[in-house]
């Protein structure tokens, strides 16, 4: 173009210096919501990237580091932990469909399925989280369509065969869904173990940060792999590419942080079973804890995710040993490097099968700290408790 330009005009269309062509450990971040083409037929190519919605190079960076992790064939990012549960439940169901769900799930997950589910015509029916594969797939009728399974369950940790529920699903046509936050893919890989969509909460592990919300849903499955990108386009999901960025770098120290979590939970929880306080701890690795078996036969390690349940006592004494706690935050997520802690029992009002129990139900993330000063906060406030 050589013909004079006005200044404002020129400062919207002046031009880069050509690439410096570098290799840095992270890719670029590129962020854009117009993608320039170069031709008009190109405008409404689908075969082609069109738009930023559907993510550039960050994102693709992530997906492809997210699907070596999952052992997957395509991963879909969402924004929050919760979308990629509600984008990959409603991918696979349509109206006069059942749906069977642990009582476990995760609350939010829960308050979907009752409040949208059912006001679209899917059947949902809850069942009890300590039932074997057999006795799940019983439950199942001829307009069941999916299974969902969160193991462990995260506030009351019951431990379920997500290999046994899987293989007995897919020889009656039933499709699998496994919340697999708690073990991140990296503990466990339910894609492995014949499940059909692995979700997880980029939220937790992944970060590792406690500041960056973001969900993924993993398949094998082509035709399961094009309904969760369907779901992304249909829904308007999006994923922002400095978001993306700072999941993939918690990506990278995934391994080494869940080594450490796990460490540091298993001697926490062990020096909380030997306390008078402690009615009965719930860790998967834990030694005769309850899906312990199932936890030695599936998972690879331990995350920091658990719960004790309290001997026999008042709202007002446990509200008492919690605010006790001083490295202990209380709030609720967890996978970040701090420890939290929070009373689950509030939680429960809403199952239809709770498990029983002695006490109360205290969920602990056990963050990044010595476990020395989180073992002697805890005593402390458990002096407070009585």
Request: charged share 20%; proline share 6%.
């Amino acid at each position: 173009m050589t013909r004079h330009l006005d200044p404002a005009t020129r400062l919207i269309h002046s031009k880069p210096p050509g690439p410096r062509v570098v290799r840095t450990v992270g890719p670029p971040i590129l962020r854009g919501s117009t993608v320039l083409l170069d031709t008009a037929a190109e405008l409404y190519d689908d075969g082609i990237l069109t738009y930023g919605r559907s993510g550039l190079t960050t994102h693709d960076a992530l997906t492809s580091a997210l699907a070596e992790l999952e052992g997957a064939s395509s991963v879909s990012l969402f924004p929050s932990g919760l979308a990629a549960m509600t984008a990959a439940v409603t991918a696979v169901l349509k109206a006069g469909d059942e749906i069977l769900v642990t009582d476990a799930i995760y609350k939010p997950t829960r308050r979907f399925c009752d409040n949208v589910l059912s006001r679209f015509g899917v059947d949902v029916r809850y069942h009890p989280a300590d039932l074997t594969a057999p006795e799940i797939l019983a439950r199942a009728g001829p307009d069941t369509r999916l299974i969902v399974m969160e193991s462990p369950g995260s506030l009351t940790m019951e431990m379920q065969d997500v290999p046994g529920v899987a293989n007995l699903a897919r020889e009656r046509g039933i499709l699998t869904l496994a919340d697999n936050t708690w073990a991140a893919s990296s503990l466990f890989k339910p894609l492995a173990h014949g499940v059909d969509i692995s979700v997880q909460s980029l939220t937790k592990y992944v970060c590792g940060h406690s500041d960056v919300f973001m969900g993924s849903a993993a398949t094998r499955d082509a035709a399961i792999g094009k309904a969760l990108q369907d779901a992304v386009r249909d829904f308007g999901w999006s994923v922002s590419p400095d978001d993306a960025y700072q999941m993939l770098r918690g990506l990278r120290t995934l391994s080494a942080r869940l080594d450490r979590h796990g460490a540091s939970s298993l001697e926490v929880a062990t020096w909380l079973a030997g306390h008078s306080a402690v009615a009965e701890v719930r860790h998967p690795a834990l030694a005769g804890a309850p899906g312990h078996e199932i936890w030695v036969r599936d998972y690879r390690g331990a995350a920091g995710l658990f719960a004790i349940v309290l001997r026999p006592a008042s709202p007002k004494a446990v509200a008492a040993f919690l605010d006790a706690l001083e490295l202990f935050g209380l709030g609720f997520s967890w996978g970040g490097f701090e420890s939290l802690a929070l009373n689950g029992d509030p939680q429960l009002t809403s199952r239809d099968h709770d498990t029983p129990r002695a006490g109360p139900i205290i969920r602990l993330n056990i963050g990044l700290e010595a476990p020395k000063d989180l073992i002697a906060d805890l005593d402390q406030a458990l002096a407070v408790f009585g």
